[in-house]
């Protein structure tokens, strides 16, 4: 049974930096594209990032350029670099394969107050 456990949220002020990490069990993320979502309050779910099984990288415009994903095929670990975080950042964020095909995890969140 797969399994994701995202941890390293937390609360920053506007301009600083987080590191998400997503641990899987059940499932070998190197062979998926794998994604970063995120939920506001009262929104859908969105997805803000993804990185291919060949390491392309993909961002939504509302991150490009502050973002990073990236994947640790040995630990089998799904991270995102958070850099310049704004308000409206603050979600909760989740990791699965692109598409969201696997049960998702409780996710971890992000605060960022002005």
């Known amino acids: 049974q797969v399994q994701l456990v995202e941890s390293g949220g937390g609360s920053v002020q506007s301009g600083e930096s987080l590191r998400l990490s997503c641990a899987g069990s059940?499932?070998?993320?190197?062979?998926?594209?794998m994604g970063w979502f995120r939920q506001a309050p009262r929104k859908q779910r969105e997805l803000v990032a993804r990185?291919?099984?060949?390491?392309?990288?993909i961002y939504a415009d509302s991150v490009k350029g502050r973002f990073t994903i990236s994947r640790d095929n040995a630990k089998n670990t799904l991270y995102l670099q958070m850099n310049s975080l704004k308000p409206e950042d603050t979600a909760v964020y989740y990791c699965?394969?692109?598409?969201?095909?696997?049960?998702w995890g409780q996710g971890t969140q992000v605060t960022v107050s002005w």
């Open positions: 699965n394969r692109y598409g969201g095909w696997e049960p």
């Open positions: 059940g499932i070998t993320f190197a062979i998926y594209t």
């Open positions: 990185i291919t099984s060949s390491g392309n990288t």
